[in-house]
C-alpha cells in the first residue's frame, strides 16, 4: 500500500514538469515539499503513523523519495504546508496584512487540524502536535463517530466533514425527516456526505440547515 502511494507522488511530481523543458525545469528545482497528516518525526523525515492509512507506521518518506527523485525532500504537516500557501501566494500573505510573523490557520476537511506560526516560525509543540486542535475535547462524555479518534468527544467528530455526514446520515436512519431531499441521497447511496449536506442547506433544504448549523455552531465555539 506505501509504495503505491509513493510511486503516486513521484509521478505527480513528474506531471507537474508537463508542458516545460523537463530537464532544465527540474536542474532548477532545488528540493521537494511533502505535507502528510498523521505523527511525522521532522528531523528524519519518517512518517510514524497514519490515521488514514494504519498499515503505514515508521515510513522513512524522506529516505525513499529522495532516492526516487535525487533532489532533497522536506517532509512537513500538511496543515503547516497549507498555511505556507496561504502565506505565500494567498489570504495571509496579503498586502493588507503587516505582522506575516504571527499567523494562525484552521482547516477543515476529512479531519480537523490548525496551522501556528509564533514569531516567524512553525509552533510544533514538544513532540510536533501543537496544531492538532481537531483532537481537543469540546463534549466531555460526548459521541466518538469513528473507531481511530481514541477518545469520545473530540472537535473532529462534530465538525470535520466526515463528521457532518455521519451526523446526518445517522439522523436520517433514525427521524422521521421525510421531507428532506437528502432522504433521497440516502436511499440511493446508503450513507450522505457533507457535500449532500451542504448542497441540500444552500437549496433551503431544513434538514441540510440544521445539521450545518451545528457544525458551523461548533466551529464558532
Wanted: glycine share 10%; net charge negative; with cysteine.
Amino acid at each position: 500500500e506505501s509504495e503505491q502511494v509513493i510511486d503516486l507522488i513521484v509521478s505527480q511530481v513528474k506531471d507537474l514538469l508537463k508542458g516545460t523543458d523537463e530537464n532544465e525545469t527540474w536542474n532548477v528545482i532545488q528540493g521537494v515539499g511533502v505535507g502528510c497528516p498523521g505523527i511525522i518525526d521532522f528531523e528524519q523525515g519518517i512518517l510514524k503513523r497514519l490515521a488514514n492509512f494504519p498499515t503505514w507506521t515508521q515510513v522513512p518518506l524522506k529516505d525513499i523519495l529522495e532516492t526516487k527523485l535525487g533532489k532533497p525532500v522536506y517532509i512537513e504537516n500538511d496543515a503547516n504546508t497549507a498555511l505556507l500557501s496561504e502565506l505565500w501566494t494567498g489570504a495571509a500573505g496579503c498586502r493588507n496584512l503587516t505582522n506575516l510573523d504571527n499567523v494562525c490557520m484552521l482547516t477543515l476537511g476529512t479531519g480537523i487540524g490548525a496551522a501556528i506560526i509564533a514569531n516567524g516560525t512553525f509552533l510544533r509543540g514538544a513532540t510536533g502536535m501543537a496544531g492538532e486542535v481537531g483532537h481537543c475535547i469540546i463534549e466531555p462524555n460526548g459521541k466518538r463517530l469513528s473507531t481511530s479518534t481514541g477518545v469520545n468527544g473530540i472537535f473532529e467528530e462534530y465538525a470535520s466533514a466526515r463528521a457532518i455526514g455521519n451526523t446526518a446520515s445517522k439522523r436520517l436512519k433514525t427521524s422521521l425527516a421525510e421531507e428532506s431531499s437528502l432522504r433521497k441521497v440516502m436511499s440511493s447511496k446508503g450513507s450522505v456526505s457533507a457535500e449532500d449536506v451542504f448542497n441540500a442547506a444552500k437549496e433551503g433544504d431544513a434538514f441540510g440547515l440544521a445539521v450545518y448549523d451545528e457544525a458551523c455552531d461548533y466551529i464558532a465555539v
